[in-house]
């Protein structure tokens, strides 16, 4: 009798111990998950710049992805509203821009915030760059057409965007020159979309 219960005592605490293990892994697990999230996220709940570089090595790196498009977006004269409103009151607008991209955009695109402020970049996967350059017009239209609300006042933004595609042997640093040097061409005008092939 003395071994049988001795025998359900061990089985039992080595039960517990192995539920209390398993427990433990799995928070462990989601701790790791949700430091990994923070540490290619954006306060805005989207991708930051850090996932951007990772994502456009491995997206000119994937055979399953014929073409990509990538895209640079500015909020025009976005620093005159962080001067007049603050920075805390006019990232109001950044999330409210965020929030109309995402809808706006399909499940296999990404967004991120590019290096920080007023600008964002988009990959469009599988995606030739007339049909980008429709997508973004259509965006840059969306935009111009919101009533944004900050405080008790109503907004209106415009955008200018930078697209390019992703050339043979092309590399993560080229593409994002192109598009940088369109966005830049587009912010001449303002409320504009630029192409830049190669």
């Known amino acids: ?13 080595f039960i517990s111990i192995s539920f209390g ?3 433990a892994y799995w928070r ?6 949700s ?7 954006d306060d805005l709940g989207i991708y930051n710049h850090r996932k951007l570089k990772a994502k456009l090595k491995s997206v000119i790196k994937n055979p399953d992805i014929s073409s990509f498009v990538f895209v640079l977006v500015d909020i025009d004269r976005f620093k005159s509203y962080n001067d007049h409103y603050g920075y805390d009151k006019a990232d109001t607008l950044l999330q409210e821009f965020v929030d109309i991209t995402k809808n706006f955009i399909r499940n296999s695109d990404m967004l991120f ?3 920080n402020g007023d600008e964002f970049a988009l990959i469009f996967n599988n995606t030739g760059i007339n049909e980008a350059k429709e ?3 259509r965006l840059r239209r969306a935009v111009a057409n919101h009533s944004f609300k900050l405080n008790e006042h109503t907004v209106n933004l415009t955008i200018s965007m930078g697209i390019t ?7 993560p640093d080229n593409v994002r020159k192109r598009a940088e040097l369109a966005l830049h061409q587009a912010k001449q005008s303002k409320d504009t979309v630029v192409l830049i092939e190669k």
């Open 135 to 137: 997508i973004g017009n």
């Open 165 to 171: 595609s992703c050339q043979e042997n092309d590399s």
């Open 28 to 33: 462990f697990r989601g701790r790791i998950a």
């Open 35 to 41: 430091l990994k999230n923070l540490a290619f996220s």
């Open 1 to 13: 009798m003395n071994i049988d219960f001795s025998f359900y005592s061990f089985l039992i605490i």
């Open 113 to 115: 915030r590019y290096k």
């Open 21 to 23: 293990f398993v427990m």
